[in-house]
């Protein structure tokens, strides 16, 4: 089951790509979302089409996708034991994983826990170091597959 952080930015992610927006509470029902820009609380306010209940997901800074050298970054922070925190907003990161065990290849999904900018990386964990080979997908140089 996910967590509601990752509902959230599944939620803000479908907005922003104009998709529909599937209500978490009602099955089959679509949610209307607008964007409200305030001077301090930026956010996409939804409204579910059917039984007319709201969710509001902060928006300051506005959601986006991590770069894929941020997100191995923040897999290297995970093998030296420290905090991950958004580049962004400086919120911590919540991080799911799940790991082949035949294999040892875990992805990793990174979510800011404020403005659910989130971020995967796919590959052998201790082979995550960036300034070393390249990582654009290639598993021979650097240990990370392509998406």
Not at 21 to 48: E, N, R, W, Y
Not at 51 to 78: D, M, S, W, Y
């Amino acid at each position: 089951m996910p967590s509601e952080v990752e509902v959230l930015r599944e939620l803000a992610k479908a907005y922003w790509a104009g998709r529909d927006i599937p209500c978490p509470k009602h099955p089959g029902a679509k949610m209307i979302g607008s964007f409200v820009q305030t001077t301090a609380k930026d956010h996409i306010f939804l409204t579910c089409a059917r039984a007319n209940e709201t969710i509001t997901i902060p928006q300051r800074p506005k959601q986006l996708e991590f770069q894929r050298q941020q997100v191995e970054g923040f897999v290297e922070n995970i093998q030296r034991g420290d905090a991950n925190l958004c580049y962004r907003c400086q919120a911590r990161l919540e991080v799911a994983t799940n790991e082949n065990p035949n294999t040892g290849v875990t992805e990793f999904t990174f979510t800011c826990t404020r403005c659910f900018s989130y971020g995967t990386w796919t590959g052998l964990p201790e082979l995550a170091k960036i300034g070393s080979a390249p990582t654009s997908g290639t598993k021979k140089k650097s240990g990370a597959v392509a998406d």
